[in-house]
């Protein structure tokens, strides 16, 4: 009972604090609106409560707050869910606290379907050509994903070592092939180069309406699998002992992984880092219960992801910077630290 109360604390403030990121996303930019006044502008917009407020407010706040802020803030806090989520999802199965989404290549792949819909033009018709990058990318994760299964599959059971090396190898792969791909681009290179570097700036509703019914369906799929995630840490011959199917729980654990990864590369790019960071920090305040630490890490990386794309919006204001470049400056020192910390748990320095 105390364990249960405990987690609907701990995920009611994580939802007030991501709320809180949403609200401060909507607000803060290069022109300032005050909150009452975005509520009052994003009230006049619900069906039931519409033109409710006279507006009283320059008509470009209504287009600041409904057709930039707000869809940018959502699209951040899904595809922070998403990464974080997965993350959580490959530490658990892999039992290693090191693992993210990308080791498995799947922002390798994504990358190189964006990089082939931006050199070669390709277009998917239909009027629907504005969603091309978004569609070959997300075809491309999940490609990779399938790859990187049938190259490790060894009969009926995909050993986690050998996943892990194919990951690896499928990555390094997609990446040389990027970088020819970027020599080859011209005056192309710049939009993969911004690609690659992963941000927001062009998030719009359809992006939202792109990804938010894979986002949300995988990730309640993936909470489903929060005991088996915890009978896998204790081994696997453990955890078939306790009635753990452990291979089609590692099957649907990847598949639903590289959905929710699939879904965020095809509309930020790859943004590095919040696959690794957040579920570790989230373990250390929560330990390894994934029935809490699955939703805190999803809520956690919606929060991060909001934030640092805030921090990219201010930083070098009127300019901004890719969102990636935030996520991985503050990942970049935490991943060394863990590194460290693992060594000292090997007894490999003193």
């Given at each position: ?28 930019g290069p022109v ?40 940018r803030a959502i ?38 379907g964006a990089s ?235």
């Open positions: 009972m105390v364990r249960r109360a405990w987690r609907v604390l701990a995920i009611s403030i994580a939802s007030a604090v991501l709320f809180g990121a949403i609200v401060l996303a909507t607000v803060i300032y609106i005050p909150p009452a006044t975005v509520a009052a502008i994003i009230l006049n917009k619900t069906p039931l409560v519409d033109s409710l407020f006279k507006p009283n407010w320059p008509s470009a706040y209504e287009s600041i707050v409904i057709l930039v802020r707000l869809p699209l951040g806090a899904l595809v922070g869910a998403a990464l974080a989520l997965s993350g959580a999802v490959m530490q658990g199965m892999f039992r290693n606290p090191l693992a993210d989404p990308y080791v498995l290549g799947l922002a390798a792949g994504g990358t190189f082939v819909s931006i050199v070669l033009g390709v277009s998917l018709g239909l009027g629907l050509a504005k969603y091309s990058i978004l569609f070959f990318a997300f075809v491309f994760t999940l490609l990779t994903a399938l790859l990187v299964y049938g190259i490790s599959r060894v009969g009926s059971k995909v050993p986690v070592e050998t996943l892990l090396l194919a990951g690896v190898a499928v990555s390094t792969f997609f990446w040389s092939i990027n970088s020819f791909m970027k020599y080859l681009a011209g005056e192309k290179l710049e939009a993969i180069v911004f690609w690659i570097m992963g941000g927001l700036w062009l998030a719009g509703w359809g992006d939202v309406a792109l990804v938010v019914l894979p986002i949300t369906l995988g990730s309640i799929a993936i909470l489903l699998f929060s005991r088996d995630l915890n009978a896998m840490l204790t081994g696997e011959e453990v955890a078939s002992s306790l009635g753990v199917n452990v291979e089609t729980a590692k099957k649907a654990l990847l598949a639903l992984s590289s959905l929710l990864v699939a879904s965020a590369v095809a509309v930020s790019g790859p943004i590095g880092f919040i696959g690794l960071v957040v579920p570790h920090m989230v373990r250390l305040i929560t330990g390894p219960d994934h029935k809490i630490l699955l939703p805190l890490s999803s809520l956690t990386g919606a929060t991060f992801l909001t934030l640092s794309d805030l921090a990219a919006k201010l930083i070098i204001r009127p300019a901004e910077l890719p969102v990636g470049i935030i996520t991985a400056s503050t990942g970049a020192p935490f991943f060394i630290y863990l590194l460290r910390r693992r060594k000292r748990a090997m007894g490999w320095v003193s």
